[in-house]
């Protein structure tokens, strides 16, 4: 098979080298990609977010199969001109993937599925919104509906806070992502993600994981993208995932095939587990990054079967074969992320580093420039190692982060700390 990734991020790097290790990989092109990624496979500069570009990229290149890493080439549509133009995708349809880009939406589906998850009322003027945050009081949270690359959801822990949201919000800050706010109840409890495989009909569950969003020690100072993460994640256990499986997961997506709207892709959806219990915070409709790469650390080559089986419809006969195994990745990112941060800094003793099955420094945001490895975005690496424990996994990943010359870097030193105890 001759495959196409979309995508330039850790996420697509550890999607890549999953895929690499597949037999049934005869090339592999990766669009646009990043530095780490062309130490394995081809890179191509192509516009992912234009759905014409990439059909006449994937006929060019003769692509048996194209898997879609990040959010915005499918909220724009690229799965379905794919489709369109015959050529097999692992993806979600714009329309299913209103699920991540409008968080009304997806109340609504889970209204209609009975799917359990905060309960929430609209608005589309500050007014009426205000009323409402002043009727229900703190702890509130206050979304914007459209995507707003992570930065749209206020947990407010006081009313005035949530009160300067709906300000900020129909004020604009968040464009036209803004122009709807979802006002949700606080909820309480533990955090983690389940990730899906669907294929428009079936489902499979290829595995838990935790991650950090906040940029300091203890979860402590801005939100990030993701400062690390670990997999399985231990309060999703096997209960508790059975109860997400069937009274969040495969509602929902029976109610998108009821509306004419079946999804195709991987569902990620973000659970808080209270006393065994999961509600649904948010799905998105793509891999979390860098949940992605402790998820392929631990599935390896199966990896393409699987979203090969999705793509085609074949989930109700595929299976996962699971060794009892943990993986953790740490992000090394940019001195300032989330903040301001300098590019372009020089990254030294890659090359030195052992890499195998086990361990692999996969790259988020970097570029070669006169034969050096140089950053270039604000999480710039994830150290990802895989044992048969986690508190190894963890020694293993940092003693790899250890030996990675930056130091224009910094990464969390207690990646897995809830975990671990
Ligand atoms: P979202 O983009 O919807 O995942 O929200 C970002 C983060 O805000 C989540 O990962 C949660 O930590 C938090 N959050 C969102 N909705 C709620 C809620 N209803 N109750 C408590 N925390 C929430
Ligand atoms: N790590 C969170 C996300 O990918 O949305």
């Not at 890179?43 to 194209?66: H, K, P, R, T």
């Not at 030195?352 to 086990?358: A, H, I, P």
Request: hydrophobic share 45%; aromatic share 6%; charged share 25%.
């Amino acid at each position: 098979m001759n495959i196409l990734i979309l995508g330039s991020g850790g996420r697509e790097h550890s999607l890549a080298w999953a895929v690499m290790q597949n037999p049934k990989c005869d090339r592999l092109i990766v669009a646009p990609g990043n530095a780490g990624i062309a130490q394995i496979a081809d890179c191509a500069a192509l516009d992912i977010e234009n759905g014409g570009a990439v059909v006449g990229f994937a006929e060019e290149n003769a692509i048996d199969f194209v898997i879609v890493g990040p959010e915005a080439p499918l909220a724009a549509g690229v799965a379905d001109r794919l489709r369109e133009a015959g050529v097999l995708v692992f993806g979600p349809s714009a329309e299913a993937a209103l699920l991540e880009a409008s968080k009304s939406f997806t109340k609504e589906v889970c209204d209609a599925a009975n799917a359990p998850t905060a309960a929430y009322a609209r608005f589309t003027e500050a007014e009426p919104a205000k009323a409402y945050i002043r009727e229900h009081g703190a702890p509130i949270v206050v979304k914007a509906d459209g995507l707003a690359a992570g930065k749209g959801v206020i947990v407010a822990m006081d009313e005035q806070t949530a009160l300067d949201a709906i300000d900020d919000m129909f004020g604009g800050t968040f464009g036209g992502a803004g122009a709807e706010v979802v006002i949700e109840e606080f909820m309480e409890g533990e955090e983690a993600s389940l990730f899906v495989l669907c294929d428009g009909e079936d489902i499979l569950s290829i595995g838990t994981a935790q991650d950090h969003k906040r940029v300091g020690e203890g979860d402590t100072g801005l939100n990030t993208g993701g400062m690390g993460a670990y997999s399985p994640a231990p309060v999703l256990n096997e209960e508790v995932e059975a109860r997400a499986m069937e009274e969040i997961v495969r509602p929902t997506m029976a109610e998108m095939q009821r509306r004419g709207t079946p999804f195709q892709g991987v569902l990620y959806a973000g659970l808080m587990i209270q006393d065994g219990k999961p509600r649904l915070v948010e799905y998105n409709v793509r891999f979390g990054d860098p949940e992605c790469q402790v998820l392929m650390m631990r599935l390896g080559a199966q990896v393409l079967d699987l979203l090969h089986a999705a793509a085609e419809g074949r989930l109700r006969d595929a299976q996962v074969n699971w060794a009892d195994d943990h993986a953790m990745t740490v992000v090394m990112a940019a001195r300032g992320y989330p903040g301001a941060y300098e590019k372009g800094t020089v990254i030294r003793g890659l090359n030195d580093l052992s890499e195998d099955s086990r361990t692999m420094v996969f790259h988020a945001g970097t570029k070669a420039a006169d034969g050096q490895i140089v950053a270039s975005g604000g999480r710039v690496l994830n150290v990802t190692a895989r044992a048969d424990t986690l508190s190894e996994a963890r020694d293993n990943a940092y003693s790899l982060a250890d030996g990675v010359d930056w130091p224009d870097g910094f990464f969390r030193r207690d990646i897995g700390w809830r975990a671990l105890g």
